[in-house]
């Protein structure tokens, strides 16, 4: 990964290395209440948002910017 390189500055805000663990959790969560959903609905069961059981906001990573400034040293992967 050496001469891999970013095309655009731009970063997460983040303090965390990695999301997995809130992106697990958060699928693990809507599957369950979908499982539910289709137990109780039955053949007129109607698909909800993933997004009704969490919200990406809340997770570690709290979105992207762009970073004009950004250094040649700053865009290695």
């Known amino acids: 990964m050496s001469k891999s390189r970013r095309k655009t500055p731009i970063f997460g805000h983040t ?9 697990a959790i958060w699928h693990r969560r809507h599957r369950r209440a979908e499982r539910s959903e289709i137990k109780l609905a039955g053949v007129d069961y ?20 762009w970073w004009a400034e950004a250094q040649p040293c700053d865009m290695r992967k």
């Open 15 to 23: 303090t965390s290395v990695s999301e997995a663990k809130d992106k």
């Open 46 to 65: 109607i698909a909800r948002s993933h997004r009704a059981h969490s919200d990406p906001w809340l997770m570690d990573k709290d979105g992207k910017r």
